[in-house]
């Protein structure tokens, strides 16, 4: 599940980068981005990583979670740098990295994990309850 979750979270950040070029080259003219493949693209990517997150984001525990959020944060301004070359404000964005990366170390190093094991009646269970239903429901997975 930590691999899915990571992906999608990276996904997301590659898709908002693919749409973000395609709104870059229209940029100043009359055109609309939307017809471009590129941002078509990017919105696939990020659509189709926010039904893998969200689906994902039920077997995990918050501490997973967040490790992967700021994954693909920091994932994100790596290839902003890299594809959109956008300038490294260093004391704007250390500052933010630091303190995303820090206190997700904090989080990890206070956590007490219990791995919960469950048998896969279990897992169905929990899948077809009214708590997922609603939280599928109200995240746009269903």
């Not at 077997?59 to 997973?64: C, D, P, V």
């Not at 902003?80 to 956008?86: A, G």
Request: charge should be neutral.
């Amino acid at each position: 599940m930590i691999i899915a979750n990571t992906v999608s979270a990276v996904m997301v950040q590659v898709g908002f980068i693919l749409m973000r070029i395609a709104l870059n080259n229209v940029e100043g003219q009359k055109k609309n981005c939307y017809r471009y493949l590129k941002w078509v693209l990017g919105f696939t990517l990020v659509s189709i990583a926010c039904l893998i997150y969200a689906t994902t984001q039920t077997f995990m525990s918050i501490i997973l979670s967040s490790v992967t959020s700021v994954t693909s944060l920091v994932a994100g301004v790596i290839l902003s740098i890299v594809w959109l070359k956008e300038q490294f404000v260093w004391q704007y964005d250390v500052a933010a990295l630091t303190l995303m990366i820090g206190g997700v170390v904090s989080m990890v190093l206070q956590a007490g994990y219990i791995p919960d094991k469950f048998t896969f009646e279990e897992l169905l269970e929990m899948v077809r309850s009214e708590k997922s239903i609603i939280f599928y429901t109200c995240t746009g997975v269903v």
